[in-house]
Structure formats: C-alpha cells, structure tokens
C-alpha cells in the first residue's frame, strides 16, 4: 500500500482491538491527528489513519506496548513511515523511536491531550459541541482532573512541535468538535 487509510487503519485495529474504550480512545486521536494535519498542511486523512492505529498492540499487550506492532504491520503492508509514526507516540515511555516529523511529535503529543480533552467534554452538557479553548485550559490547570493524563509529556510534545498547549488543544477540540457524534461527545441534553 502507498498510503495507509483510514478504512485500513480501522480494518487492522479490528483484528487486535475489542474494548469499546480503546476504539473510543483511537477515533479520539484519530480526529486530533485530522485537525493537526489540516494545521501543518499535510494529508489529513493519512493522518487520521496513523491515529487510529497507534495502540495497535495495547489492548492484548499493555505490558510490552509496541514491542508487538512493527513486524505484524509490516506484514500487512503499512508503510515504514507509518510504522515509525506509530512507535515514535511511546518515546521514552517504551520505545526509543524519537519523534522527528511533524506526524510524529503531533501523534506523541495528542495521544494523552486527547484523553483530558475527552474527560472534559464528557462533563459538559453539550460535550464537546460548544467546548472553547478557555474553559478547557481551566481543566487543564487542574492537577486533578484526569490526573491520570500525562501532562509533563503533552507539554514535552508541545515543546518538540513548538507550540504553546493552548494552540495544540484548540486544534484538537477543533477536530473532536467535527467527530463528536462518533467519539460520543455531544452531550446529555436532547
């Protein structure tokens, strides 16, 4: 294949990827990368695709994350490009593949942005429909909500892309705002 889709993307997610949150977790950052992609000028469904593949092996093994990923998407014929995108989001954390693309800093970066974003928005009565940067920031600032989201290593992926945090997450709401029926963000009211 020359390009992975995402049609493809979802195709070989499907073969690893059972758990609703983790399907949840993918078109997440799959609509982030669209949105960063769209930013940066680049192809944004390729980008999408990439995103919704990238925790390819997470769900049947979380203990040795992308150490299963390479050879069975090699195999299936993914780009080497998308591939290394792909080991490159768990850099310092189990990989030593350095993001050094824009695809690739975004993808490390919006992996977690992408969670505290999505915790937000599930808080809101319109979810992510009528989110503004500004009110997401004040969840941001605060140490404990989604205390588990890595916020030292979104703000070391924003550095990488040299951007401010403010910049990135309103890219990325942008992006969720246009997927939020399918990533289930349009919130309580009817």
């Not at 390729?46 to 049947?60: P, Q, T």
Request: glycine share 6%.
């Amino acid at each position: 294949m020359d390009k992975l889709t995402v049609e493809e993307a979802k195709r070989l997610n499907g073969t690893m990827v059972t758990e609703e949150h983790l399907k949840l977790h993918a078109a997440n950052v799959a609509a982030c990368m669209g949105a960063m992609a769209r930013h940066f000028g680049e192809d944004k469904e390729h980008w999408e695709a990439v995103g919704y593949l990238h925790d390819y092996d997470y769900e049947k093994y979380p203990e040795e994350h992308l150490a299963h990923t390479e050879e069975p998407l090699r195999e299936a014929g993914v780009p080497e490009e998308d591939i290394r995108a792909i080991l490159s989001h768990g850099y310092g954390i189990c990989t030593d593949v350095e993001p050094l693309s824009a695809m690739e800093k975004s993808l490390f970066t919006v992996d977690e942005l992408s969670g505290i974003i999505q915790a937000a928005a599930r808080m809101r009565p319109n979810g992510i429909t009528d989110m503004e940067v500004k009110s997401f920031m004040k969840k941001w600032k605060d140490k404990k909500f989604a205390a588990k989201c890595d916020r030292p290593l979104i703000l070391k992926g924003c550095e990488m892309l040299g951007m401010d945090i403010k910049d990135v997450s309103e890219i990325c709401i942008s992006g969720m705002k246009e997927h939020a029926a399918e990533l289930q963000l349009t919130g309580t009211e009817e």
